[in-house]
């Protein structure tokens, strides 16, 4: 589930004005970021937080008040989530397994455009004033440049017309399955062959000392030793961050 748990203070508009629905819709999107929800499973408990809400305004509370305590009384979206996600495990697996494909795929990517540079910035060694360690920091600094670009400007980017993006894909791959994978097939042949033609053209005619390759094999080095230990450490610091979230009352 989205580690965005719900939470009452980001749904209290004002002590003197509740929009009921617009709550309503906050709590249920802050549900539908996780796979153990079905539309029908939403539907189902939004029905019931409706009908929870209004016994409590026939007993005299406020319609905040009551939506609160409805909130409290359907579930914490930990419990929930761990319930559904019982109910719908198949499309919960799926979910995870996607996720990975993508994350896989994202990486292999990477890799073969980061070759694209590095064979780019070694052509710019060959044909001006080549110094392996000039070359070899900018090498690192554009690896490790493609690899955190993604991670800090594509949620941001997600976030804009999220919706109608997701539309446009599901509508794409439900209708017309075939040409969306051949797409993808024949967007990650033509950056290998590009990788490979860069190799290709990058070392032709190249000479270096041996030095030198030592030089850039161990400027190449520094961006691996980055990922052992900065991952590690995000995986542990996100995973604590999620468990947090999801254990704060409504």
Not at 124 to 133: L, T
Not at 147 to 170: D, E
């Amino acid at each position: 589930m989205d580690d965005r748990a719900f939470n009452s203070h980001q749904i209290m508009e004002s002590k003197t004005q509740f929009d009921l629905n617009h709550n309503l819709e906050l709590w249920r999107q802050s549900l539908a970021q996780s796979p153990s929800f079905q539309p029908d499973n939403l539907d189902e408990l939004e029905v019931h937080l409706r009908d929870s809400v209004n016994t409590l305004e026939a007993k005299g509370l406020s319609t905040e008040e009551a939506f609160l305590i409805a909130v409290r009384r359907v579930g914490q979206p930990t419990e929930l989530d761990k319930e559904f996600g019982k109910v719908n495990s198949e499309t919960v697996w799926l979910s995870r397994w996607l996720w990975m494909a993508v994350g896989t795929f994202l990486f292999l990517w990477l890799q073969s455009l980061k070759g694209v540079v590095n064979y780019a910035l070694l052509g710019f060694g060959k044909h001006f004033v080549f110094n392996a360690h000039v070359l070899g920091f900018l090498n690192t600094i554009a690896t490790l440049a493609l690899f955190v670009a993604p991670i800090v400007f594509l949620p941001r980017l997600a976030a804009r017309s999220l919706k109608l993006r997701s539309q446009f894909i599901t509508r794409s791959i439900l209708h017309h399955p075939v040409i969306s994978m051949a797409g993808l097939v024949l967007f990650s042949i033509s950056l290998t062959v590009l990788c490979a033609v860069g190799n290709k053209l990058a070392w032709r005619g190249f000479s270096s000392q041996p030095a030198d390759v030592i030089i850039l094999a161990t400027w190449s080095a520094w961006p691996k030793i980055a990922g052992i230990i900065l991952l590690p450490m995000a995986i542990v610091y996100l995973y604590r961050r999620q468990l947090k979230t999801r254990t704060n009352p409504v």
